[in-house]
């Protein structure tokens, strides 16, 4: 079981920057794959940004709408997973979520949220 809490979020004018921290408690979690997803108003959720588990790599993915500005990183020793966030843009406004799941978990599906923070960008 692995617990995870988002924070940094909150109000930022377009072309600012936040850095969002998912940090974990409960395992290590340099043995997770996480991933940041992004759900706006009315809106579906969305995947954002992923890092794999230390021992598949650290391999990093962006979805497109938000490569060149976003990047996503892991600081093992303190279990936290960041996603800085530059270049901020209105339409990144949304609810960004945490997930993980285990790197020996079969399947694509993360089966750990955390509650999710609050990004705005103002125009």
């Known amino acids: 079981q692995v617990q995870l809490v988002e924070s940094g979020g909150g109000l930022v004018q377009a072309g600012g920057s936040l850095r969002l921290s998912c940090a974990a408690s409960?395992?290590?979690?340099?043995?997770?794959?996480v991933a940041w997803f992004r759900q706006a108003p009315g809106k579906e959720r969305t995947f954002v940004a992923r890092?794999?588990?230390?021992?598949?790599?650290?391999?990093?993915g962006l979805a497109d709408s938000v490569k060149g500005r976003f990047t996503i990183s892991r600081d093992s020793a303190k279990n936290t997973v960041y996603l800085q966030m530059n270049t901020l843009k209105p339409e990144d406004t949304a609810v960004y979520y945490c997930?993980?799941?285990?790197?020996?978990?079969?399947?694509?599906?993360?089966?750990?949220w955390g509650q999710g923070t609050q990004v705005t960008v103002s125009s």
């Open positions: 409960g395992r290590t979690f340099s043995a997770y794959h």
């Open positions: 997930a993980a799941r285990y790197w020996l978990r079969g399947g694509d599906d993360y089966n750990y």
């Open positions: 890092i794999s588990a230390s021992e598949s790599g650290s391999k990093t």
